[in-house]
DNA sequence: CACGAATGTGAGCGAGCGTTCGTTTTTTAA
DNA sequence: TTAAAAAACGAACGCTCGCTCACATTCGTG
C-alpha cells in the first residue's frame, strides 16, 4: 500500500492523526477522527482524481501531455457531475458539456470514444475510492465491534462528504448503467453492507449488541449513510457537519442496536465535541 | 436547541382533555393494523388510480367513453411506470411506450399532450396519494405520540407498498421535473417529515421520548421509509413483508428514541404476531 | 343498412442527438 | 525560421426523438 502525496490545497499537513496506535494514553488511541483528519490521510480532490483516471485510461485517452490532460479532464468531470446531478446524465448532450466545460465537441472525444465511456470513467473512480478507503479497516479495530462500526460510519460519511457529487451521480445514474457497472455498483453496495452486518455480528457474539434480526438492521443502517449525500443540501442548508451527522447516526444505531460497549466510544459523550452548550438532557 | 414550530397542514388542535380516552372495547380499538386492512380502507389499483386520473384531466383526454378512457390509460401508465423505472423516464421513448402498450402514437396523444404533462400526471397522483393517507390521521391517536409515530411508518411503508412503482418514479424522476413538479415534490417530503417531527415532539414534551435532536432524528426516519420502496426488490428477494418491514423499522426507531410508552404500543414483544397467517403476498 | 361522429393510425416533420473527420491552430524542437 | 507533430476545432452525417395530421377504421343510432 502506498502511502498518498498530500497536495493540500491549505498549508502543511496539519499532522496526520497520530499513526501509532501504541503511543500514549488509551484516550489518545482513540482519538476521534475528524472530517480534516480524513482528508489528510486521502486526497480525493478532484485533481487527485482526474490523475488516476488519466493513468487507468491511458490507452483510450490520446492527449500525450499529462498535465494538460488532467486540467481538461477536470474540466470535463466538474462539468459532467454539474450537469448529470442536475438534469440527469441521459439528458445531458455532449453540446451541452462542450459549450459549459468549453472545449469543443472534437477535443472531448480525446478522452472518451464513448459517451458511456465517461459514464463508466466516472463509475470506475466512485468504486475505487470505496475501496480504497472502506477496505482497508486499520487492524487494530478488529476485536472491538462497537470501534468498527463507528468507524465504518464515519468513513462511509466523510468519503461520500468529499466525493459528495461523484457518488449522488453513481446512485441516481446507477438503474442506467450499462449492466457491468451496474452489477458492480450493486455489488459494491452489497459489500457496504456486509461489513456493516459483519461488525454487528461481532457484537452480537461478544455480547454488546442486542439485534434481532442481523441482516434487516444493517440493511436500515445503509440508507442513513446514503442519506447523506443524497439529501446534501437539506443538511447544508440546516448547517448540519459530517462530524455532526456522523455523531447522530452514531447515536442513533448505537441506542437501537442497544450497544452496551464503552459509552465514550459509542454514545455522544466527548464533550469537547460539543459546539452548541445544548443542556439536551430532557428529564 | 430551539423548539421547532410545526406548521401542520390542517390539524385539529392536539391539546385538549383526552376525550375519548377508552373508548368500547381496548382490544378492538388498538386493534393492529394489517397491510390488508389498509388496502381494504383505500382503493389503490391501478384502476381505481387511472379513474381519478381521468376526472383530474377531463379537460386534456380527448376520448369520450369513460371505460374505454380508463381501460387505455391503464396500459399507458402500467407501461410508462415499467420503461421509465427500468431505464428512466427521458430515456424511453414515446415510440416504445406506444409499442409496449399497444397504442399508436397518435392515441398516446388522446391522453396527454406532451410528454411532460404525462410524467405530471402521474407525479399529481402520487402526491394526492400522499394526501389522502398520511393527511388525515384518525383523531383518536391525537394523544398517544408512540401510537401516532407507530401509525405515519406504518401508513408510509403501506401506501408505497401499494403504490411501489408510482413511488419509485416520483423519487428517481423528481430532479428533472419542470420546477412546479420539483417543488411539489419537496414540498410534500418536507411535509411528511414535518408530521413525524410533530409525534416526536409531542412524545418529548410528554416525557415519553427522549431525543436530542429533533429535526434530526426526524431526518433519520425519513430515509428508512424511503428505502422500503427504492430498494422493494432486495427485501422482496429476502422475503420481507410490509407488516415485517414495519415492525423492524418501528424497533429500530422506538429503541433509538428511547421511547418508554406502553411496550405493546411499539415494542416488538408480541410473538403471537408471527404466528398469523400472513398477509397474501400479491402478484 | 347507412351515415355522421368518435377513435385509431403511422408516415413524415424539424430538431437535436452522439459521433466523425478534414481542416486549422498551436506546440515542439532542430 | 521552419516544418513536423500534437491538439483543437466545428460543420456535417445518420439516426432517433417528440409531435402532427390527413386518412382509415369503428361505433352508435335511426
Given at each position: ?71 481538461r479532464l477536470?474540466r470535463i468531470i466538474?462539468t459532467t ?20 466545460s ?9 478522452y ?172
Amino acid at each position: 500500500m502506498k502511502r498518498t502525496k498530500i497536495p493540500q490545497t491549505a498549508d502543511g499537513p496539519p499532522v496526520g492523526p497520530a499513526p501509532c496506535d501504541k503511543g500514549a494514553t488509551p484516550e489518545r488511541r482513540s482519538q476521534r477522527r475528524t472530517f480534516k483528519s480524513f482528508q489528510a490521510e486521502f486526497d480525493f480532490s478532484l485533481k487527485a482524481i482526474c490523475t488516476r483516471m488519466l493513468e487507468r485510461h491511458r490507452d483510450t485517452i490520446r492527449t500525450q501531455k499529462p498535465h494538460v490532460a488532467v486540467a481538461r479532464l477536470m474540466r470535463i468531470i466538474q462539468t459532467t457531475l454539474t450537469l448529470a446531478n442536475r438534469k440527469g446524465f441521459h439528458s445531458m448532450s455532449l453540446r451541452d458539456l462542450a459549450t459549459e466545460s468549453g472545449l469543443s465537441m472534437g477535443a472531448l472525444y480525446t478522452y472518451f470514444d464513448t459517451k458511456e465511456t465517461l459514464l463508466m470513467m466516472i463509475l470506475g473512480e466512485v468504486s475505487s475510492a470505496v475501496s480504497q478507503t472502506l477496505g482497508s479497516p486499520p487492524v487494530h479495530l478488529t476485536d472491538d465491534p462497537a470501534e468498527r462500526l463507528h468507524w465504518l460510519l464515519e468513513t462511509h460519511v466523510y468519503l461520500t462528504e468529499v466525493m459528495q457529487p461523484w457518488f449522488v451521480f453513481a446512485y441516481m445514474e446507477a438503474k442506467a448503467f450499462p449492466k457491468e457497472g451496474r452489477e458492480k455498483a450493486t455489488k459494491s453496495e452489497l459489500s457496504t453492507e456486509s461489513m456493516i452486518a459483519d461488525a454487528l455480528a461481532d457484537g452480537v457474539e461478544r455480547g454488546l449488541f442486542s439485534i434481532d434480526d442481523l441482516e434487516m438492521t444493517a440493511s436500515l443502517i445503509k440508507p442513513l449513510l446514503q442519506d447523506w449525500y443524497v439529501k446534501r443540501s437539506k443538511y447544508r442548508r440546516r448547517g448540519v457537519s459530517p462530524e455532526q451527522y456522523v455523531q447522530a447516526v452514531t447515536e442513533f444505531v448505537g441506542t437501537a442496536i442497544r450497544c452496551r460497549s464503552d459509552p465514550k466510544a459509542v454514545k455522544s459523550g466527548r464533550s469537547n465535541q460539543r459546539s452548541e452548550p445544548a443542556a439536551a438532557e430532557s428529564s
